[in-house]
């Protein structure tokens, strides 16, 4: 896959993430208020930057063509997103004092689920 076509599906993913996070914010705002709203933005902007912080690690190795390495690659940018991830959470938790976790969680698992369906209807 070539560098700009990489950058394409990976600005269309994370469009894909963020209005799915969005929406999730606007549905929790309206049955729970501001701090349910804010809570899901958290939730899906972790995703989104932890999403950002593998795309950054797995484009180091792009020029690898040993199947090995590219595996090895691939396994390094899951394991930062995830690592970036619970950071970010622990953080937000920790700092965050009207915290809504329901709210949270459902704006993370949003971008998590709609990361997943981008990358499966793009034509790569």
């Known amino acids: 896959m070539s560098t700009s076509n990489t950058s394409d599906v990976f600005s269309k993913m994370l469009k894909i993430q963020l209005v799915a996070t ?24 972790s995703v989104v930057l932890g999403a950002c912080a593998a795309v ?5 190795g792009e020029k690898n ?14 394991a930062v997103k995830i690592l970036v991830i619970i950071v970010l959470l622990v953080i937000i938790f920790n700092l965050y004092k009207q915290l809504v976790p ?11 689920l709609f990361s997943g369906a981008a990358l499966s209807k793009l034509k790569v």
């Open 22 to 45: 969005f929406a999730v914010a606007i549905v929790a705002l309206l049955i729970s208020g501001l701090n349910a709203g804010i809570s899901a933005v958290l939730g899906g902007l």
């Open 56 to 60: 950054l690690i797995a484009k180091r």
């Open 65 to 78: 063509t040993d199947a090995s390495a590219i595996l090895i690659n691939l396994l390094k940018a899951e």
């Open 102 to 112: 329901f709210a949270l969680i459902a704006g993370l698992a949003a971008a998590a």
